[in-house]
Nanobody
Framework: QVHLVESGGGLVQAGDSLRLSCAAS????????MGWFRQAPGKEREFVAA????????YYADSIKGRFAISRDDAKNTVYLQMNSLKPEDTAVYYC???????????????WGQGTQVTVSP
């Protein structure tokens, strides 16, 4: 059985940094990609970043490119999202997702975490 557990969210000020973690259980080596998505109040869930497992290609949304970085620790079966220079518009619930053949498309991910709240004050 697969479980994804996010952590690291919180309340910060604009310009601060946070690092989100997604600890995964299950046969992660069989997954093609893991990703991060976010959903702000009243908005649809949107792609943030993704990483392909076999070749470590990374993908980023234009809105966070240059500020966020996705990485992984194979020994810990954990994927991270380092978020720097946070802006109030980054406020959302952030979700980790796993096992997708299309890293950018939420509909293709088989497993989802419960989400972690990130709130950025002006």
């Amino acid at each position: 059985q697969v479980h994804l557990v996010e952590s690291g969210g919180g309340l910060v000020q604009a310009g601060d940094s946070l690092r989100l973690s997604c600890a995964a259980s299950g046969r992660t080596s069989a997954w093609y990609a893991m990703g991060w998505f976010r959903q702000a109040p009243g908005k649809e869930r949107e792609f943030v970043a993704a990483l392909t497992w076999t070749d470590s290609n990374t993908y980023y949304a234009d809105s966070i490119k240059g500020r966020f970085a996705i990485s992984r620790d194979d020994a810990k079966n954990t994927v991270y999202l380092q978020m720097n220079s946070l802006k109030p518009e980054d406020t959302a619930v952030y979700y980790c997702a796993a096992d997708s053949n299309d890293p950018l498309n939420a509909d293709w991910y088989a497993y989802w975490g419960q989400g972690t709240q990130v709130t950025v004050s002006p």
